[in-house]
């Protein structure tokens, strides 16, 4: 069983940037691919980024390319998304995600464990 806890969330000026972080429990956590998901208010989750158990593959949604990084580190169980030139339109409930026996997560039905979200609030 794996438990995850977010942090980082909080209100931004558009073109501002936060780290999110996930702490994860368990001593297999380098075992599980990890994700962001996040959900705005009257919409479905969506996918933001992924990042494989050893790192080496990483996913990002078209919408967060070149502006969001997605990385973990396995020593402190922890994977980060780095959000840069945050826009009004990033404004959602950042949640992280576990997935044993797959490389990347890309869909949030195939989710092991989610995180309890992280409010991002991105004003104009």
């Known amino acids: 069983h794996v438990q995850l806890v977010e942090s980082g969330g909080g209100l931004v000026q558009a073109v501002g940037s936060l780290r999110l972080s996930c702490a994860a429990s368990?001593?297999?956590?380098?075992?599980?691919?990890m994700a962001w998901f996040r959900q705005a208010p009257g919409k479905e989750r969506e996918f933001v980024a992924a990042?494989?158990?050893?790192?080496?593959?990483?996913s990002y949604a078209d919408s967060v390319k070149g502006r969001f990084t997605i990385s973990r580190d396995n020593e402190k169980n922890t994977v980060y998304l780095q959000m840069n030139s945050l826009k009004p339109e990033d404004t959602a409930i950042y949640y992280c995600a576990a997935t044993i026996g797959v490389v990347v997560i890309t869909n949030a039905n195939r989710i092991d464990y989610w995180g309890q979200g992280t409010q991002v609030t991105v004003s104009s």
């Open positions: 990042v494989s158990w050893s790192g080496s593959r990483i």
């Open positions: 368990g001593r297999t956590f380098s075992s599980y691919a």
